[in-house]
């Protein structure tokens, strides 16, 4: 199902493995699908990017293409990680945001 | 005794490429269950040849037939794993022939050549093989689960979605050949022609129905069969398409005014293909459209797809995608942005050549790829 990613990736990513766990009717993930799919207009910009992310860090590129413009049009894993990642982590789980 | 001992040599081999088959893994389950078929003919094929050491020369060649069959597909099936197939494009072409088809028992397969050409339909599978397919089914009982439409594009454009369009084209010379339309019409044109009907000549413009210089002026049926298929295949094509694809082959055959003995020239093919796509008067496109109903279930060729007005290639985002025609329609807007709207996107035009090809091609896989998961998603929570 999922041969567009799996062409260039061995293995599936965390999000399509999600996505097979959402259908086989593990409904904790179907949230998170829902949100990536929501946006995967915005987050499909740098595929290989999205691709490699953990659900965390997923989590948070979505909230901050989201609510930050200048973020999603600079899109750059790079600046949310360290104490930027952190900070923005702890704020989306206390919204139940983040999937891991 | 040589012929049995040969038998034996292709089953030996058969089964090598079987067994390495194994391993083969499709995002298209109903591929899987083929390659079944496949597997249990040939434990059966091999059961029987062992319990007949003296094969006739008849049975020898209903075998050899068999495995013949057996090879074929496989050559497909290979190109159509998960790490080969051209998936969102294929996914594109099933919706194009789910259009034209009663019986949705069809799934694309893809041979990939090392020919940078070679964008072609085997038509193998509609005429010898679909004997053998009778053979077989009526020799073990077993019928494939699905039929498979055969075509090859080379390997190095497999992930190029501006010039793999021609593959819309070939899927035209399958639905073609399945209904035989342009055999048919051609014995009515030449029938016609003979009769020096008037409205067959002016068809006849299009449709030089003996070699050029050719002091015999009988009516060459083939010519016209094979003349009317490309004109066919060619608004097959445009119905999904627009202009990049005739823009492409114009370049291709170098706008050629010249026929060859199984296309018409390229100026003609133009010149039908935007009467097409300007709903211009055309005595090809009247004359398909006068049959087609009768023929095909009904259909006639009409505009498939939607026309993007959108600046997101341009802003390095793919296309939201809500329904088929607009995903046809993602072609005509690559192809759009190539030739011209490249030019106005800061991003775009300040990139090479190189660059700009890379980035459209990604952006024209992401934006099929989204539907593709959006809609597996949507259907499965209805």
Redesign the interface.
Known sequence: MFASYSAEHETFTTFERFLEQAIAGNTKYVPYVNRVLDNAHRLCRDRNAILGMDAPTLSIVIYLSETQEAFFNNLNVAQITGEEYQKVLVFLKEKELVFE | MNDVRLLHLEIAQTGKALSKAQNNVY?NPELTKYQSFLTEIFSRIQVEVQQQPNLSTSEIKKYKGFLEFIFKNLEYLEGST????P??LVFCLNLALKDWLDDQNYVIVTNLSNNIKAFHFDPWLLQNGAQILEDIVLNYDEKPNVSLVQVTLPGMLVRDYLTSIVLYHELGHFVDEKYKFTLKLSRILGDALYFEDTDAIKKSDFIPYFPEGSLDKEINYERIKDYLSEYFCDLFAAQYLGKGYMEYLFYVTEGSSRHSSRHPSSQLRKKVYNDFMEDEDNPIIHFFQTYLPQEINGKILMRRHDTIHSTDFGD?????ITNEATLHGVFSYGWDTWLGGWKDSSYLKTSPPEKVYSIIN?LM??S???Y???T??KN?QS
């Open positions: 995002s998960l790490n080969f197939s998936f969102e390095l985002l793919p296309l939201e990604n896989e992401k099929i790829g989204n593709i998961v959006n597996l998603w499965h």
